[in-house]
């Protein structure tokens, strides 16, 4: 398992990629709430938008950037000119650097190869001025998305109860390992009815990943559902910030440390 060693040793620009199998299962819900949680741990975060067909985190926290990754694409910006500060930005506790994606370009879902090595290639370079760095991927397992959670030194699945959900992101490792048969996916579960059937969904996928890939995937945490983060979502914010002492909230903390700690869930 490849997780982050103890904040004192940790490296710089660590690159965690979220991604899922199938779409709304909750990564770029997951991402800013992590994005939040580390930033609350100390660390100097940067969330990058890496959902090149249908990018949302700028709508999800509310932002307006001036520039973002379509700008650094088509070379009229650089990757740092298209950070933008949400909520302070990463030198304040709780705030973190954002690199937008563009709502709607859908061209960006099929860029060339030597573009998409020079976004990872600018990606990595840009995280090593922050503690770590959070890719919120596209659903699904082409090739652009691929090539950036293999540019990631942690990828975490997110997945929740639905078969559609588990069956799609074993599709996701498997073309993962085709590509990097060393790759370890974590997991998170989230939004499933209770604990008992967040550990359900985990067995069932960790059961098909032993049978199928020889690979035994590790849980990271689990995130209840919790009708805070569709009420923060619709008002443009983090629920970190607008129901602090929920369960989801709670939920996300703990997961950033257990991710911070380098430690499975319990
Ligand atoms: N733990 C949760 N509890 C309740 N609703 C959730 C939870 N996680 C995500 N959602 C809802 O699921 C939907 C999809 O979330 P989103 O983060 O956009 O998914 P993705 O990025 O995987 O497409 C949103 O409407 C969000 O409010
Ligand atoms: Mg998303």
Do not use: W
């Not at 001025?129 to 699904?140: H, K, N, Q, T, V």
């Not at 923060?232 to 911070?260: C, E, F, K, M, Y």
């Amino acid at each position: 398992m490849k997780l982050a060693t103890a904040p004192e040793h940790r490296a710089a620009g660590r690159i965690l990629a979220v991604a899922s199998g199938k779409g709304g299962v909750g990564k770029t819900a997951i991402s800013t709430g992590l994005a939040r949680a580390f930033s609350q741990l100390g660390e100097r975060v940067l969330l990058v938008d890496g959902d090149l067909g249908m990018a949302n985190v700028d709508v999800q926290l509310g932002l307006n950037p001036s520039s973002d990754i379509a700008s650094v694409i088509n070379g009229t910006v650089s990757l740092e000119k298209a950070v933008c500060p949400a909520f302070g930005g990463a030198p304040e506790r709780g705030g973190f650097d954002v690199i937008s994606g563009r709502s709607g370009s859908g061209a960006l879902a099929n860029l060339s190869g030597p573009s998409l090595t020079k976004l990872a290639a600018g990606t990595a370079a840009l995280a090593l001025s922050y503690d770590r760095a959070i890719l919120d991927l596209a659903a699904g397992a082409d090739r652009s998305t691929l090539r950036l959670a293999l540019a990631a030194d942690d990828v975490m699945i997110v997945l929740n109860d639905e078969p559609t959900s588990l069956t799609d992101a074993y599709a996701f490792v498997k073309s993962l390992r085709l590509q990097d048969d060393g790759a370890a996916p974590l997991v998170v579960v989230n939004n499933t009815p209770n604990r008992a059937a967040a550990h359900d969904a985990f067995s069932a996928f960790k059961k098909t990943c032993e049978s199928f890939l020889s690979f035994t995937p590790v849980l990271a945490g689990i995130v209840q559902r919790d009708d805070t983060i569709p009420a923060a979502i619709r008002a443009q914010t983090l629920v970190a910030i607008r129901s602090p002492q929920s369960g989801a909230s709670r939920d996300l903390d703990a997961l950033a440390g257990t991710l911070a700690r380098g430690k499975e869930a319990a």
